[in-house]
């Protein structure tokens, strides 16, 4: 199965997976899924992730999903795709959207790899706006 747009479908299996209520999605590997993966399970919004290499012809990822525990509620309220490959959508240091005033996340493509908006302004990079998470 090709998908002209990998990112997004990690994104969809991630929010599915929430709003099925699952614990645990598998993701096909790629090295942008692997660090937004990073990124994600850094800022606490997944609770753990396994890289498998050998599985399949790519390798997969195995996220465990976190939850409240009292309300039962997605640690991620939101994800979504900026950039597609249709419309792609760069942003300068200064253009860098700010997620729900800094409490969410924007992650950007730049010349030293997927970071977040707050990294990319520290280092004052400009570059592909991938996706958001709050």
């Known amino acids: 199965m090709t998908h002209s747009d990998p990112i997004a479908d990690y994104l969809t299996r991630l929010r599915n997976a929430q709003m099925a209520g699952h614990r645990m999605v598998e993701i096909p590997l790629s090295g942008i899924k692997k660090t937004i993966t990073e990124i994600l399970y850094e800022h606490g919004y997944i609770f753990r992730y396994k890289v498998e290499e050998e599985m399949g012809p790519q390798g997969t990822i195995k996220i ?11 640690a991620i309220r939101e994800l979504g795709r900026i950039s597609r490959p249709g419309l792609r959508k760069y942003a300068k240091v200064d253009e860098i ?19 977040t908006d707050k990294e990319a302004r520290a280092k004052k990079l400009g570059g592909e706006l991938v996706c958001y998470i709050f």
Do not use: M
């Open 64 to 74: 465990a999903l976190k939850y409240d525990k009292k309300t039962k509620e997605p």
């Open 97 to 115: 959207p700010r997620i729900i005033n800094g409490l969410g996340i924007c992650l950007v493509s730049t010349s030293e790899g997927v970071i």
